[in-house]
């Protein structure tokens, strides 16, 4: 974990807070101890930001939303090699799955909050 390239950014990771672990697999839910740690901590929403939407991101929205998780996607938090399966993935987890909605929003009503949010 001392490679430079994955080296978490300093202005979204506090080491006292955040829990910061390996996946293997395209959602972050298969076979990770994270479904543990939301629940340890009582939190019933998940934030999923990320690339590739219709991989990555995808996998874990559907994970999320099966684990019982409310799903919040910033639409402008996500990317993918092309527009197209980027808008259309989101297009369509925001019909079954998520609440799609611009990043600046998702940061608005995070400041009005009170306490700490857990996300990917």
Known sequence: MDDPQTAMDPRVYDPNYDFNFWKHAPSI?????????????????????????????RASINDAFSYGYRVIVPHD??????????EDNLRDVGRRYADVM?????MTHLSSTQGRVAAE
């Open 102 to 106: 611009d990043a600046s929003d998702v």
């Open 29 to 57: 839910f298969f076979g990770t101890p994270l479904t543990n740690f939301l629940n340890k901590n009582s939190v019933d929403t998940v934030i999923v930001t990320g690339c590739t939407t219709s991989g990555c991101v």
């Open 77 to 86: 938090c996500c990317g993918d090699m092309d527009e197209g399966p980027h």
